[in-house]
């Protein structure tokens, strides 16, 4: 095979290289165009690529940082959308005997010719601080204007001993709105989105015990904010941001114009584990909606319950002894489970206060326990509609015959421990807050639920119908996976949208399939084989999990170029999180590597380098900042997780446009080169054979040519300030 190296004005041969120079022209001078010179052919080899100034796209231009105005040693990547840099690093030493927070905006000061903010002083305030256990602080920016925040524009600033040494985030350049006064109420706006929603979901009045369990006693809040819609940097509105409960499965975020009351944007927060199966199959596939995307506090007690169960009241005896107590039981595999139970008088409840978070000072049993993990049953009723019951589950005698109950129970358990003992993470939400599981979950029509949830407070788990053939809380990583999305939204909190919302359903799935770590599929112990044809909801490892494009249940693309661009889904979560997905298994695969050094750097990258609007390539960007963090700079981690993310599509500076790989030219090697007056240019073969010695009427250059991948031609700026482009006629020599 020939291949033909592409060594621009190379110094093999001793002769000086050109740095990159832009020509200058008088400032009443215009070059007059030169018409493109054709060259003998050289070599009688046909490149097999398309030529690329056919028009056929073969990859996406890559994009180069720019430099920051006075501050050489940074450099800034900017969006091409918004126009503002998503990621700027370098090292910027900051001023002693300030404050940390008077440090970051000395650099936001220092780096504001490049932010597009006017004054960052004014236009950011910091949300949190936190140092972590290697020592770096990380400080939470969000961008506000005249005192309105901004939604969806977060910046996240880092530092390590006394240097900043890397910005990210997303926000937009300085709004242009003069008038932030509201001409719709927050009331008024709470009720137009109620009363939006009531046109395509139900509404009911909820419990006091429903909203216990979504951590909140308001069906709608509304807040305001400035919106710019479908993300443009130069549309701006203010508006009300609404969330609404219209009933405990269900979860809305709306955008209404604070002057005149419209819709400008409506999406579902609610995390499924599946967003659903193809319209050709039952109706009853339809999918209860997951609540709760966000927690207004971390949700620590839980008190209510509609029924209590008929065998859960005993006369006390003065014999029995309060506290934890232990027990086997078999799990719906049949396997014997140890579990955690609680016994109050004669009552044993599946309540386990065995772990570190228990906070025996503050708990009251049986209703208000602190720092458990609790299992309760929904007696097959609906949190849709009004029939909506909770018991608690007991025994007299801490024996137990209920293997959905012990299933949903003792995988809490595991979820618990993953997270505590792997990343030293006090429970889902960081703060020792309950793990409730409520097992026996239907349907709104009173069916079996398709589906599992997590509602911000609690875990449901339906009993499957068609696309599922056992009850949900069977499966390990089905519990891994939906208690992982509250480990998302108490840490970066990612919006349950686009590629925000993939990376928030990727997270789970890498959680889910690391606590249950015998291979990299999801849902393979409960769902039905005869849609799921794999015998997996979804694989990491092989994202297109058996099928061939959308159609097929189970599906996802496995590379950027292959993305779903769609409205459904909330733009493809569920469907585009299958990219990320794979590239954790290659990272995690990786012989330098394994799961157990890539579920760190991961969960790191979540925890402190990501944020709500995080796109894919800010996605690459914390987990390669994450295995620096935590294996050094140069490591074989830190190679292996940028070749991850090379290989699913998502690269490094331009981010998210699609890079096709092409296979090596065939053909020669040459070496464009020039003198060392820079007069000729020349062409010679690797082992010094002049080819063209030099070029034949060429005009001298003065920038470095650049050659195209086909071999087919170079294009370089003369000295006298014109830009040639040379051809090779390759076929006809």
């Known amino acids: 095979m020939k291949h033909l190296v592409l060594l621009a004005l190379a110094a093999l041969v001793a002769l000086p290289t050109f740095g990159q120079m832009k020509p200058k022209l008088n400032q009443n001078e215009k070059a007059a165009p030169r018409k493109p010179m054709s060259v003998e052919p050289f070599r009688a080899a046909v490149p097999t690529v398309p030529?690329?100034?056919?028009?056929?796209?073969?990859?996406?231009?890559?994009?180069?940082?720019?430099?920051?105005?006075?501050?050489?040693?940074?450099?800034?990547y900017v969006s091409q959308e918004s126009g503002t840099p998503y990621f700027i690093e370098g090292e910027f030493v900051s001023t002693t005997g300030r404050s940390l927070e008077q440090q970051a905006f000395d650099y936001l000061d220092a780096v504001q010719p490049v932010l597009k903010v006017d004054s960052p002083a004014e236009e950011f305030v910091l949300s949190s601080q936190e140092i972590d256990d290697l020592g770096i602080a990380h400080l939470r920016l969000q961008q506000v204007w005249k005192g309105v925040p901004v939604h969806g524009a977060e910046a996240v600033l880092h530092k390590r001993g006394e240097t900043f040494f890397m910005l990210n985030g997303r926000f937009f350049p300085t709004p242009a709105l003069q008038d932030v006064s509201p001409a719709i109420s927050k009331e008024q706006a709470e009720e137009l989105a109620m009363n939006h929603v009531a046109g395509f979901t139900s509404v009911k009045n909820l419990s006091e015990t429903e909203k216990k369990l979504l951590g909140t006693s308001?069906?709608?809040?509304?807040?305001?904010?400035?919106?710019?819609?479908?993300?443009?940097?130069?549309?701006?509105?203010?508006?009300?941001?609404?969330?609404?409960?219209?009933?405990?499965?269900?979860?809305?975020?709306?955008?209404?114009?604070?002057?005149?009351?419209?819709?400008?944007?409506?999406?579902?927060?609610?995390?499924?584990?599946?967003?659903?199966?193809?319209?050709?199959?039952?109706?009853?596939?339809?999918?209860?909606?997951?609540?709760?995307?966000?927690?207004?506090?971390?949700?620590?007690?839980?008190?209510?319950?509609?029924?209590?169960?008929?065998?859960?009241?005993?006369?006390?005896?003065?014999?029995?002894?309060?506290?934890?107590?232990?027990?086997?039981?078999?799990?719906?595999?049949?396997?014997?489970?140890?579990?955690?139970?609680?016994?109050?008088?004669?009552?044993?409840?599946?309540?386990?206060?065995?772990?570190?978070?228990?906070?025996?000072?503050?708990?009251?049993?049986?209703?208000?326990?602190?720092?458990?993990?609790?299992?309760?049953?929904?007696?097959?009723?609906?949190?849709?509609?009004?029939?909506?019951?909770?018991?608690?589950?007991?025994?007299?005698?801490?024996?137990?015959?209920?293997?959905?109950?012990?299933?949903?129970?003792?995988?809490?358990?595991?979820?618990?421990?993953?997270?505590?003992?792997?990343?030293?993470?006090?429970?889902?939400?960081?703060?020792?807050?309950?793990?409730?599981?409520?097992?026996?979950?239907?349907?709104?029509?009173?069916?079996?639920?398709?589906?599992?949830?997590?509602?911000?407070?609690?875990?449901?788990?339906?009993?499957?119908?068609?696309?599922?053939?056992?009850?949900?809380?069977?499966?390990?990583?089905?519990?891994?996976?939906?208690?992982?999305?509250?480990?998302?939204?108490?840490?970066?909190?990612?919006?349950?949208?686009?590629?925000?919302?993939?990376?928030?359903?990727?997270?789970?799935?890498?959680f889910g399939a690391m606590i249950d770590r015998d291979d990299w599929k999801m849902g393979e112990d409960v769902v039905n084989t005869n849609i799921f044809t794999s015998g997996a909801l979804r694989d990491l490892s092989n994202p297109h999990n058996g099928g061939n494009d959308f159609n097929d249940p189970g599906y996802q693309p496995a590379h950027f170029s292959e993305r779903f661009t769609g409205n459904e889904d909330n733009g493809g979560v569920h469907i585009n999180s299958g990219i990320p997905n794979k590239a954790f298994f290659l990272f995690a695969s990786n012989a330098s590597v394994g799961k157990d050094k890539a579920e760190k750097v991961f969960y790191r990258a979540l925890a402190n380098y990501l944020f709500k609007s995080a796109q894919f390539i800010d996605a690459r960007i914390a987990v390669v900042q994450a295995a620096t963090d935590l294996h050094g700079a140069n490591s074989a981690e830190v190679n292996a997780a940028k070749a991850a993310f090379d290989a699913v599509g998502i690269g490094a500076g331009a981010g998210t446009d699609p890079e096709t790989d092409i296979d090596e030219n065939p053909g020669d090697e040459f070496i464009l080169l020039t003198d060392d007056q820079s007069s000729e240019l020349y062409l010679f073969t690797p082992d010094g054979q002049a080819v063209a010695n030099p070029f034949p009427n060429l005009p001298a250059p003065l920038s470095r040519p650049s050659v195209t991948d086909d071999g087919n031609v170079f294009v370089y700026i003369s000295q006298d300030n014109r830009m040639n482009a040379v051809t090779f006629d390759w076929a006809n020599s």
Request: proline fraction near 5%; glycine fraction near 8%.
């Open 218 to 510: 308001e069906q709608a809040t509304a807040e305001l904010v400035i919106f710019h819609p479908d993300k443009n940097p130069d549309g701006e509105l203010l508006a009300w941001q609404v969330t609404v409960l219209p009933n405990l499965a269900t979860r809305y975020r709306f955008f209404l114009d604070a002057k005149t009351g419209e819709v400008l944007h409506f999406h579902s927060e609610l995390c499924n584990l599946k967003h659903g199966l193809e319209t050709n199959l039952s109706e009853s596939l339809k999918l209860s909606e997951r609540s709760a995307r966000q927690w207004n506090q971390p949700f620590r007690k839980f008190q209510t319950f509609g029924k209590v169960g008929s065998n859960s009241i005993y006369e006390l005896s003065p014999d029995f002894v309060d506290g934890p107590a232990t027990a086997n039981a078999n799990d719906l595999f049949g396997i014997s489970r140890l579990i955690h139970t609680y016994q109050v008088g004669s009552t044993f409840y599946l309540t386990d206060a065995s772990r570190t978070m228990f906070a025996s000072q503050e708990s009251v049993f049986p209703e208000e326990p602190v720092g458990v993990i609790w299992t309760i049953d929904a007696l097959n009723t609906s949190p849709e509609t009004d029939a909506f019951q909770a018991t608690h589950i007991t025994t007299p005698n801490n024996s137990w015959n209920n293997p959905r109950a012990v299933s949903a129970h003792y995988n809490g358990g595991k979820a618990y421990e993953y997270f505590k003992n792997t990343h030293q993470r006090e429970s889902i939400n960081g703060m020792g807050g309950n793990i409730i599981s409520l097992i026996n979950v239907a349907d709104d029509d009173g069916g079996g639920m398709d589906n599992a949830f997590w509602n911000g407070a609690a875990m449901f788990y339906g009993n499957g119908d068609v696309g599922f053939t056992a009850p949900l809380c069977k499966a390990l990583d089905v519990a891994g996976h939906e208690l992982s999305h509250g480990v998302v939204q108490t840490t970066a909190n990612l919006e349950y949208l686009g590629e925000s919302g993939a990376l928030n359903e990727s997270f789970a799935d890498i």
């Open 51 to 76: 030529p690329v100034f056919s028009g056929e796209k073969i990859f996406a231009p890559v994009q180069l940082p720019k430099p920051v105005k006075n501050q050489p040693s940074l450099k800034a």
